[in-house]
Every structure is written in structure tokens, then in C-alpha cells.
């Protein structure tokens, strides 16, 4: 079997070097490494119907740069990996193969379509673009698919490889949606930062009433090379947000992928100019296409490079009423000593503390303490091991000296996310909470009270 190992040495302190590799199943012979001519990621193997090749994806940068991943293909008999999709702007990775065909899901533009494509690299056309389509599974002549979208969770779904039909198969939460009063959502597009198009997702409170005004929160994704897909969520849900009466928009600033590499990697080194630009130029479009919006009541929240964002805004604008920052990267010197990916630093984040400190601190967020002068709610997980719960406190510290308002929340059982679905009630009211003291809206959720362990 194909199986993708991090190959790094002890003390494993260099960039992880992910390879396919080969284990026989029987238990005999060694593992033999396929890719030891590359030193980033290959991942993702899945052998050709003749069992003669295998196909992966491939990245040729040792670290986290927003590069578009390659799909390479191994031939098992001379024993040579050769590139396939050079010249295609899409991170492929999870592919299928069924009728001499390559089927995969990748980003693009802010959903994620199912393509097809010939074996040699070939041919790539798009199939389904509807929401967001994952986990593929192709097998005598069907292909079985996840998909979801901004207005429904996950279910089921069939695509014939042949007439390109697709059929739903299930309907598990439909009962459950058909509940809910979510409003309209729509994507968008605006000139951003550097005179590139930038796209952005628009989330319309229940109910919306163009003669009535509301308040706006701009929400900001991690990554920073990630999408803001057309997708549901159950930790940062867009319509939860907008249910107290908000506006929410929800921007794929530069450093997103699924806009090519090129988008992608326009902020290396500089974290947060470009992207700030892009959410406060949307700002910009939006008040001038909704003029019922309250530029005097809009908030922004984020979480881990979206909390960066949160920290970052924080130091560079007072265009927000307040700001939410969850499990946010706010001090680079905090964070250089607790990350697993401090090897990229000075490629990523300008330096390292005595490798171009100038360089480092241009991007910390923390240098722009002086103009720190927005309310901020701060939470972090106390279990947090990829941006460890000091950043919140250390923002939160600098905060209360200054006289900021602030508050700050801990939660001892959550890693970098908040998954149970307690603390996620309790989340979403201390958010609602924060927003309606700066912005109103009437909040969906009472604070909650949960029954200790044992029924006391």
C-alpha cells in the first residue's frame, strides 16, 4: 500500500517532508520511500486501476507559502515521479480515478467544483460547481460525493461519469434546516488591495428589510493560505452571526487560496497590509451599495491568522466599534517560541528574533500597541498547542494597562477550536454579547447554564 511519512529526522526541528511511500502489505520487506527527490510535501497517493503508477500531489517549498500543489505521478516500473499538471492554477490533491479518467475537488474562486481530466495531465474540465464537494469516492462507473453549501450541512451525493449527472442521495439534516430562517447569501466582487479582484461572501440577517438599519460584522479567515468556501460551519457559522440582526460579510482578502498561487503569496512578509486593505475597501463597497448599513456600528472578528487580522486591525484602523479575537497569533515573539512552523519565519514572517528583528517586528501586531484604542473581546483554548493561549493573555495584558475595554476568555478543555457543543453555546453568547454591547442587535442566545458533572 501507498502511504504518506514525515520523513524528517530527529530531532525533527526542520520543515516537516512529507513522502509516499510503499509498505508491503504481508509484512515482509522494508517501506521504500517514492519521493526522495523532493524536500516538501507529496501526499496523497492513489494507484492507477492497472496498479502500474501511482498519483500524488506535490509541493516543491518546504513550508507553508500559499503554493499551489502539483499532481505528480510515480511509475512503479522504472521508478521516476513526473509532473502532470504543471501548468494548472489549482491545488489538486484527492484524486479519483475511474473510467481513464482523473475526477478530484479543488478550490476555485471561492467554492469548490468537481473537475475531470485525462490521465496524462490533460483535458481538465469542470463537472459540478455547485457549494463545496469533498471526500470522492469513485467506483464502478458512479462517483459518491460529500457536498454542502452556506445553507445546509453535508449529505450524500452521486455524479454519473458518463452524462455528468448529479443526484442527491441523501437528506439526513433536512428536516432539521428546513427549521431554520437563514437569510440570503450571495458572493461578490470588488477592486482590492493592489488593483487585484477580490471576492467576497455576503450574508444577509432573516428578514432583511432594506428600509431598516442594521450593524455589520466583518468576518476574517485563518490560513492565512485558506478559503472562505460556500460551506457550512459549526464553529464559525455565517448565518449564526447574522441571526442577532447583523450584516456579515466575509472576505477571501489576498493570502486565500482558490485565486491562484500568485494571490496567494502576495503577502508574504507582509501579513496584514494587503488583506486589511481588502476588508476595509469592501467595507467601502458595501456602505455605498447598502446605505442602511451603520458605518458607526460595524465590528470584525477572526480567529488564529483571522485573530492576527484581529490584532493587526486593531493597531491600524478605528473603523470598528469592536473587534473579536479568537485564538489570534498577536505577538510574533510569543508565538516564535511556542510554534511548530517557526523554521519559516524568516521566509513567511520577515525574521526571526535575532535574524532581521526589524523585520519581525514590522509584521507583529504588537509593535502598533500605541494605536490600540478598540474594544476587544479575546478567547483562546487553554489546550491550544498551534497558537498557545499566552498570545491571548499577552494582548489582553497590554490591553487592561492601556484602559482598552476588553475581556478576556479561557476555556480549559478546547484546543485551537471550540468543539464541544457546550462551550460552542457559550462561545457564540459571549460573541453575541460583546457585539450587542457595541453594536445592538438582539442576540439569539440567553446566557447558558449547563449542569455540572454528576447532576450537581
Known sequence: MAVTVNTTPPPYSGNPNNDVCLVPTDGSGTMRNLTT????????????????SIVFTRHTIPYGSGEVGKLWRHDLAIGTNKPLTEKIDLTISGVEQDGGMLWFAAEDKGVMPIFKMKADGTGLTPVYSEGTSTELSAKSGRIVFLNDNFNRPNELFSLDPKSGAVRQLTRFNQTLVDQLDLGKVESYWFDGAAGDKVQGWLILPPGFDAAKTYPMVQLMHGGPHTMVRDSWSHRWNAHAFAAPGYVVNWVNRHGSTGFGQQFAQSILNEWGVKPLDDILRSTDVLLARFPNIDPKRI????????????????????????????????????????????????????????????????NNPMTYAKNFKTPMLITHGELDYRVPDGNGMSLYAVLQAMGVPSRLVIYPNENHWILSPQNSIHWNWEVQSWLARYIGGKPTLEKPVFEAAGGK
Open 37 to 52: 527527490d523532493n524536500v516538501a510535501d507529496d501526499s496523497g497517493p492513489t494507484f492507477a486501476p492497472d496498479g502500474r
Open 299 to 362: 465590528a470584525a472578528a477572526g480567529a488564529s491568522y483571522g485573530g492576527y487580522m484581529a490584532a493587526w486591525a486593531e493597531g491600524h484602523t478605528d473603523r470598528f466599534a469592536c473587534i473579536v479575537n479568537h485564538a489570534g497569533v498577536n505577538d510574533l515573539i510569543t508565538q516564535y517560541g511556542a510554534d511548530v512552523t517557526s523554521y519559516s519565519f524568516t521566509k513567511v514572517l520577515g525574521g526571526t528574533p535575532w535574524d532581521n528583528p526589524e523585520g519581525l517586528q514590522q
